[in-house]
């Protein structure tokens, strides 16, 4: 993320993170030279997503496409708190790290969490809430301070950490936006932090408007050139200072390794000594290495012979555990500033011309769900926050042709021959783009492709690099794209944040003081419009409504405030939702036994790399070598 002076409400998900890939570089090369491996038997092996491990960015601020935030994670560098993506046992949507609790106080004014005692950095030196308000001063430098929420943070003792927020009301997001970042050692970069007196200034200035910011410019530009220092310092691989349940062995664009952390809070518990961690240098030989058994775990999202033939080959210490719920939103997204797309009946056309059923049975058998409304977000929404009343009210875009082949004649469309043409006698040809790190992105594109073919609506598909494609998407370059967004249950604030508006680098945001942020012409490609004017609703502004929802004080505004946005999705096909998938969790019993059975665990895969799974699971006494 760039940093700047602007603190835009809740920076949390750019264009990459949205998508689940990084903007950066993939190295072509495969595995390079790896790391000396160790020589116990006893190294788990999984793999770190696609042209991470080469980038070598090891700076806890680098943002999630680093090494850090991408390949390593948290089996190395610690968060407060791991976000699970179904409710574990009592009831917590999280896993406590280095917190062991947290609650609010005063009345929602205060989010109070308790680290656990004694905890260490990986040096043996003591980490405190030191640390913690460190870091988040450091976040706040660089803009993600989360100021709509948090004017302060302080630590009354060293195991205690205050965050004083600006509103006494409950917030949905809040716990994940403050539990889950990473804790950096205060000791490594606390000298990229400014004086109190001037931080505190830049916070201030930050909450005025833009027209009342003069006083503070020269503050705010040296500030702004501070946050650039933090974002660009590296470390190096050598001599990290981490807390999670393992440390950094060792570093090759090809690999890293992992050896067990013997000051983590839960070392005692956690029983296998080393992880390695393999870069994915292309989807044919990650595959290839999942048939050939080389994982000890990993998540993927396969094909039904992929499946077959990492089951078949790895029998009987192959397992299989199926994703629920499905978070993830696969189909197509829009580009409306690319004529036709920005007309309102073509893309509903294309929602009735989809068979979503077969696009998902190619695409995504084994793990994949139709969408039975195209809404862009997943059920829990629906079920959650509609009346069934209101659910009935969502169009399900049941298959049907001739309402497809009507809707394009309304808008001028014309069929000759077999092929559909623009009011200007122009071929109505589609190209989908779509990355080529996942085999179930590309199927959906193919299958899409092909009914809008048959329709008489020429279609092809070009597939990109992961930079290429992210590079695209993010600067508009493209009529129509496959892939997907990440939705959570317990955040639907930043999700629909993410779908509307893109906070953070490059999208529309509002400042604390509600100044809306634009986006700078090109980003983030898709050019939504700001309103909607939506039957039965009215006009619908929702990036803002995104954002109210966050702070909506009891849960029937936000049950009105979700019905707004869902029926803006479901009327305008925006994303136009196919299928609904996740990452499934495969993991063998080959070389580790003592796997957990709890559902939620395997819920926590993270990238595919089974990093946040492992995690958890170890530090809770599960996983060991056979």
Known sequence: MKPSASVKIGAIAGVAGLLGFSLLTVSPAAAASRPAQSTSSDTFVTYAPTGYLPVADWNIFGGASSTVGAAVGVLAFSPLAIQSNTLKDGGQYFYGQLAQSWNYADGYKEFVVHLRPNLKWNNGTPLTAKDVVTTWDLYGLTGVWVADQITNVYAPNSTTVVFVRKNNTYAQAFEGQVLTPIIAPASVYQKFLPPASVFKQMMYADALPTSKQGPYKKILNELTADAKKLVAFNPGNAGLITAGPYEVESFSPGEVLLKKNPYNWAAKNVHVPYVELINQTSTEATQNEAVGGDFDAFGYQPTTPLYDAIMDRNAPYMHYVKPAPFLTVNGLFFNFADYPFNLLAVRQAFAYLLNRNAIMKLADPVAGVPAPIPMGAPPDYMDNYLTPAQIKTLNPYHRNPAKAAKLLESVGFKKKNGIWYTPKGKPFDVTIISATTLASWDLT???????????????????????????????????????????????????????????????????????LVPAPKGQPGYDLPLTFNVPGIGKVDPSKLAWEFESAPTKAEQDAIMYKLLKTMNYECWPLVEYYQDQSFFYSTKNFVDWPTNRSFFDLIGDGSANYFLTVAEEQGYVRPR
């Not at 899409?448 to 290429?468: C, H, M, W, Y």
């Open 445 to 515: 594109a193919s299958a899409t492709a092909n009914e809008l073919t048959q329709f008489g609506i020429p279609a092809k598909v070009e597939l990109r690099d992961v930079a290429s494609y992210g590079q695209e998407t993010l600067d508009g370059e493209y009529p129509v794209f496959a892939g997907y967004v990440q939705m959570w249950p317990f955040q639907p604030w930043g999700s629909l944040g993410s779908i509307f508006a893109y906070w953070g680098d490059g999208g529309i945001g509002y400042t604390p003081s509600g100044t």
